[in-house]
């Protein structure tokens, strides 16, 4: 580990990225998802009867032109070169995935025990989170959840071979999706339960800036090799992650003030806010082998700044979140919303009367009204009336959901 280029590689992708359109979020995810796809199941941390291993399941979410795949594809590339890493087909039935998963199985030697490990552990890497699962995909969706929860042992039945198993189970994902194609991809009823709770949904209403010419300099090509050679050294890390006493004080203290105290009302999110923890504790170990002096004395440790690291990645991704369902609810026009505020944020400021002549093949004026007072309701948006009478709305930010609004719930008349 004496070798690697780079003090912190999360830093220096952030670096290699930074003359492109992607939001900031987007491109520290995918940076995020390339450190795990390299750690696999043979790191992990044992904590007292639980054991961690840092696998996510990382969802870009965001209007269609916000640079999704921009972000993902320079991780793509870069986690291309280690032929250890095993990367899914993006489109592929149920039954080739787990041919897949089974094929990707390792031998490694646990350097904190001196113990044989045998394990299987593959990266699901989609751009398009709908192609993969398909429409209501439910069996698919039920193995992503067991797959999360890396099993020592996780059988599955044939058609011609019967019953067989697959040895220390490891899957991770990094995709992208739209709000409004969550819902196809998704049965309304499992919102907010089973697979979406053990997500992490990167939100995002548009591109972080306009690159016009994204041009790579000299030094940032030296850099993607550096990047590549120290992915190298991470991707030979493999035993137990130790953890200081500074590490074990700031977790009882966050924890102990966690519980309970989600960071956002929002039910569809009540299965991710028990799982928290889950990714913190993932994120930590991440965040340890993101840079260069994460072993010392021979041992893989996590420390205190790690894991506050890890809390304020969490927690600025957090800000953003409950725009990712906006799209889904059981409102006629919970669809809409995503669509709507993402005009009004490219725009800057717009008339209603424009706002209308885009979208009067999904609704009309009264709809349009309701959307409008609820966005403004909800502080993202703030109409003000014009001298010459029209009406103008103002895009201000991403909104913060109010306690006592359940945008689940449907539209009353009247």
Request: charged share 25%; aromatic share 10%; net charge negative.
């Amino acid at each position: 580990m004496s070798d690697r280029k780079l003090s912190d590689w999360i830093t220096a992708f952030m670096r290699l990225t930074e003359n492109t359109e992607p939001a900031p979020l987007f491109r520290k995810w995918t940076a995020i998802s390339v450190l795990a796809c390299a750690l696999r199941r043979k790191c992990r941390i044992d904590w007292g009867s639980l054991t961690f291993y840092p696998n996510l399941y990382v969802v870009l979410v965001g209007p269609s032109g916000c640079r999704k795949g921009t972000a993902m594809d320079p991780g793509y590339d870069i986690a291309s070169e280690i032929p250890d890493i095993k990367l899914a087909a993006e489109a592929t039935t149920r039954e080739a995935l787990i041919r897949q998963l089974e094929k990707a199985n390792y031998t490694e030697t646990d350097l904190s025990t001196g113990e044989m490990q045998f394990h299987s552990s593959l990266t699901i890497w989609s751009q398009e989170l709908t192609v993969f699962l398909g429409y209501h995909n439910r069996q698919l969706m039920a193995d992503l959840c067991d797959w999360y929860d890396c099993r020592s042992r996780w059988k599955y039945e044939t058609k011609t071979q019967g019953i067989n198993e697959i040895v220390g189970v490891w899957v991770h994902l990094h995709a992208a999706t739209t709000p409004d194609l969550i819902q196809t991809s998704i049965p309304l009823d499992a919102i907010g339960g089973g697979l979406t709770s053990r997500m992490v949904m990167v939100y995002e209403p548009s591109k972080g800036k306009i690159v016009s010419y994204p041009e790579l300099t000299s030094e940032q090509v030296a850099l993607k090799q550096q990047l590549i050679i120290d992915l190298g050294h991470i991707n030979n890390m493999k035993g137990a992650f130790k953890y200081t006493e500074g590490f074990m004080n700031k977790w009882v203290d966050w924890y102990s003030s966690t519980n309970g105290n989600p960071p956002f009302k929002d039910h569809r999110f009540t299965g991710y806010f028990e799982r928290r923890p889950t990714h913190v504790m993932k994120l930590s170990m991440i965040m340890s082998a993101s840079r260069r002096d994460c072993i010392k004395r021979n041992e893989m440790v996590v420390t205190a700044d790690d894991l506050e690291l890890a809390i304020a990645t969490l927690e600025e991704t957090e800000i953003k979140m409950p725009n990712v369902f906006s799209g889904v609810g059981r409102a006629k026009t919970a669809d809409l919303y995503p669509q709507l505020t993402a005009e009004i944020a490219a725009s800057g400021e717009i008339e209603v009367q424009e706002l209308m002549a885009r979208f009067y093949r999904d609704t009309d004026q009264r709809e349009l009204e309701v959307m409008l007072g609820v966005l403004e309701y909800m502080g993202s948006i703030k109409m003000t009336r014009g001298t010459s009478g029209e009406t103008r709305v103002k895009f201000i930010g991403d909104c913060k959901l109010p306690s006592n609004f359940d945008p689940g719930k449907e539209e009353t008349n009247g």
